[in-house]
């Protein structure tokens, strides 16, 4: 297993279009988390998973964002009627459940939104 | 709301030197994670160092080692015998002991002159 991978790893759309991306965990892992960064600042919190259940979701994350795990395995986080302020790097991370353990990191989605 | 505050958005240090990054949170737990993670160009996170809170003893890492203070709520990261490949955007994160996301700064650009 070579680590957590996203996909696609840049996006470009029109404002309005409807995106999905897709994370792919490193596969023992049964976490998964979702943040935004954008540039010149950290990482802001999303959504995470336990297995295939969404536990905890942000203020940020609006009605036009919503995330799946179906099966515990891979993630999408599909993004409705975009805009131009949701234009970002969008991180995927997984873990082990339990307090001590690492979150790994994939290598993000470059959004552009025109 | 805990929030993390990096004050330093740039350090540039003298290849094989010592630098020190400064990282304070805000907190009203009593049992918490904090994190260093590296960023290079490529922008796949990279977790360096952790430090338990319950922990007295600072956390090392080879070259890097925490200087944690719990009651001045100071966490920063000293990299010894700095490197080229050392250069990167270095954020600190926090996580609660029941909580499992991050609350991240707004990162440190770390340039090693040559």
Redesign the interface.
């Known amino acids: 297993d070579t680590g957590v991978s996203q996909n696609p790893r840049h996006k470009i759309t029109k404002r309005g279009q409807n995106v999905t991306f897709r994370c792919d965990p490193i596969s023992e892992h049964n976490?998964l988390?979702w943040?935004r960064q954008t540039l010149?600042?950290?990482?802001?919190?999303l959504t995470?998973f336990q297995n295939e259940a969404q536990l905890?979701k942000?203020r940020l994350l609006s009605d036009r964002f919503s995330a799946e795990r179906p099966k515990g395995s891979f993630s999408t986080l599909e993004i409705q009627r975009t805009e131009q302020g949701d234009s970002a790097?969008y991180?995927c991370?997984s873990?082990w459940s339990g307090?001590?353990n690492?979150?790994?990191?994939?290598?993000?989605t470059r959004l552009t939104v025109l | 709301a805990q929030t993390?505050t990096q004050s330093q958005p740039e350090m540039s240090v003298q290849e094989a030197e010592t630098v020190t990054l400064s990282c304070t949170y805000d907190t009203s737990e009593s049992d918490y994670?904090l994190f260093w993670?590296k960023q290079p160009p490529?922008?796949?996170?990279?977790?360096v160092i952790?430090q338990?809170a319950y922990k007295q003893q600072n956390a090392t890492e080879n070259r890097f080692s925490v200087n944690f203070q719990k009651a001045a709520k100071s966490f920063s990261l000293k990299i010894s015998d700095s490197q080229l490949g050392d250069a990167a955007m270095y954020?600190c994160?926090y996580r609660e002991?029941?909580?499992?996301?991050?609350?991240?700064?707004?990162?440190t650009k770390l340039i090693i002159k040559p």
Request: net charge negative.
């Open positions: 976490r988390y943040y010149g600042q950290g990482p802001e919190f995470y905890e942000s790097m991180l991370a873990s307090a001590q690492e979150q790994f990191f994939g290598p993000g | 993390v994670y993670y490529s922008r796949q996170m990279i977790l952790r338990e954020f994160a002991d029941s909580n499992y996301q991050l609350i991240w700064g707004a990162g």
